[in-house]
């Protein structure tokens, strides 16, 4: 295609088969385009007790001028990450984040349960801190890397909840953020 890129997947130890189907992947495209952080990660993340933390370590590998984050069960169509460029393009903006409440988005093969934590942080957050930005808890974002950088320097939160911290961290340091 012409285009520049790397995957890294992180690994934090799932039982889905993520680490068989990196090294599949790697094999295919070689170790320059597939980066897998798999047994290492496993290692990290039960030293920390948090795969959020080995997902934030992991990030610190990439080597491109933007990174997109993405679950690995594909809960994110793939064609979605030429809109998160496209809206980057468009706006400029430092992360673009796709978003579940807004447009044509949606969550599906969750239960009532997993819905109403998510809503719930997500309604919370946004009257308590007013992040600006309609869901904190997605994990499909496409970030500038300085502005990763940044943002994994300045958060403290251990686990998934650091997602939601790097939206409101992202506004009070004044970046920019868009949603698709």
């Known amino acids: ?20 189907i990196a090294q599949q992947l790697e094999k295919i495209y070689g170790s320059d385009k597939i980066i897998a952080y798999l047994k290492i990660l496993r290692e990290i993340t039960s030293v920390m007790s948090s795969s959020g933390t080995a997902y934030i ?31 980057q393009k468009e706006g400029n903006f430092d992360i673009v984040s796709g978003t579940r409440y807004k447009g044509n988005g949606g969550v599906y093969g969750w239960d009532l349960r997993r819905k109403l934590i998510s809503r719930g942080a997500n309604f919370i ?15 499909f974002r496409l970030y500038r890397k300085e502005v990763l950088q940044k943002l994994m320097e300045k958060c403290v939160s251990k686990g998934y909840v650091f997602q939601m911290e790097m939206i409101v961290r992202a506004r009070q340091l004044g970046y920019t953020i868009g949603e698709v």
């Open 57 to 87: 370590h992991g990030m610190r590998h990439a080597t491109g001028n933007f990174i997109v984050i993405m679950d690995a069960d594909l809960s994110h169509h793939v064609s979605c990450i030429l809109c998160t460029v496209l809206k």
């Open 125 to 139: 957050t946004q009257v308590l801190l007013r992040p600006g930005a309609s869901d904190l808890t997605g994990s």
């Open 1 to 20: 295609s012409g285009n520049n890129f790397e995957i890294i997947i992180i690994d934090d130890g799932s039982p889905d088969g993520t680490q068989e």
